[in-house]
């Protein structure tokens, strides 16, 4: 009875392994980068959440260079800052550094916000593809079912045997299915109040902070203001010095004037107009002596060329008188 049964059931295996063989191995690949880019949800989901990490790299990205501001301003009012405030501003600049990085590391870290909301974002979208695969492979006898878009390497795949458009209209009847209830949810989520996190330490941190920049901050105006004060009596004190030199210049050139013109300290000097006139009067017989001179040197010429021509005048007289002479003897021998 034992080995009857054995027999039967070696034969039951044997035939439904030959039929197995006769039929073949069916075998299907499916797409998932495809897919999820036929997918509204996803693709609508992904960009907000990329526009999101843009807002945060954006942000981290003001923050350095708010904190890099900071620091070039302590390079430039060192001068003004003792070795104690300036080791505080560096501290509170190093604080507020490690802060930004910490927050970096927790949007974009290994286990940070972008990490974790695009897995969220993902296993719905994969939860799907897997019971769509499951249910395609069950209803039509799939014994493989390969990702096309993952790490394993297909040299070749035919489109006869691709699913990927059949997992997308699964996918998308399934979505059909929970749409109102998927839109009630993202309402309820959009009006539910965030409640703020409360960090007393922190709090108490930012106050301290707080307070010493503007503990700060008025040291460093009321330098500026004593510094701004200095400098103008110093300006001051620079003009009263230049008035004085002008003075003294002026005086010390007034008695090199006094004593050309011969007036003693305490003495009046001369009225100007009078010099003048007294000059004028000592120079007028000298001027009047020349002019006569001149007048005489004049005379003398013309008397000079008066006589000159006179004999010339007497000489063409007398060699008139010679020539008629000799005519007048010429004429009486013929």
């Given amino acids: 009875m034992n080995n009857n049964v054995l027999f039967l059931l070696i034969l039951t295996i044997s035939i439904c392994f030959t039929s197995h063989a006769q039929r073949g191995v069916r075998i299907g690949y499916i797409d998932t980068e495809y897919i999820l880019e036929n997918v509204p949800e996803y693709q ?5 959440l990329d526009q999101k990490a843009e807002k945060w790299k954006n942000e981290i990205h003001e923050k350095l260079k708010a904190v890099e501001q900071k620091r070039n301003d302590l390079t430039t009012e060192k001068v003004l800052l003792t070795e104690e ?7 509170d600049i190093d604080f507020e550094e490690s802060e930004i990085l910490d927050y970096q590391q927790k949007r ?3 286990n940070g916000d972008l990490f974790i909301q695009r897995r969220q974002l993902m296993q719905p979208i994969q939860d799907q593809i897997f019971a769509a695969v499951q249910d395609i492979a069950e209803g039509k006898k799939y014994d ?5 878009s993952s790490d394993a390497t297909m040299l070749f795949s035919a489109k006869r045997y691709n699913l990927s ?5 699964s996918i998308t009847r399934s979505a059909k299915r929970t749409q109102a209830q998927n839109r009630a949810q993202r309402k309820a989520a ?3 109040e965030l409640i703020p996190e409360v960090n007393e330490e922190l709090d108490a941190r930012e106050a301290a902070l707080e307070a010493k920049k503007s503990e700060r901050d008025s040291i460093v105006e009321a330098r500026r203001k004593a510094a701004l004060t200095a400098r103008e009596l110093k300006k001051q004190e620079a003009a009263e010095r ?17 004593a050309r013109n011969g007036v003693t300290p305490g003495e009046e000097a001369p009225n100007t107009e009078t010099l003048k006139s007294e000059e004028e009067k000592e120079a007028a017989p000298e001027t009047k002596t020349r002019e006569q001179l001149i007048e005489e040197n004049r005379q003398k010429k013309l008397a000079d060329r008066e006589a000159r021509k006179r004999e010339l005048e007497e000489r063409k007289r007398k060699i008139l008188e010679e020539r008629q002479r000799a005519n007048d003897s010429i004429n009486q021998n013929k």
């Fill in 242 to 258: 230049r008035q004085k030199i002008i003075e003294e210049r002026e005086r010390a050139q007034q008695a090199k004037i006094d």
């Fill in 85 to 91: 405030l300036i080791k505080e501003r560096e501290e």
């Fill in 190 to 192: 959009e009006e539910e």
């Fill in 144 to 148: 493989f079912i390969f990702d096309k």
């Fill in 165 to 169: 458009e059949q997992i997308l209209r």
């Fill in 108 to 110: 974009f870290g290994p």
């Fill in 44 to 48: 609508e989901a992904s960009h907000q």
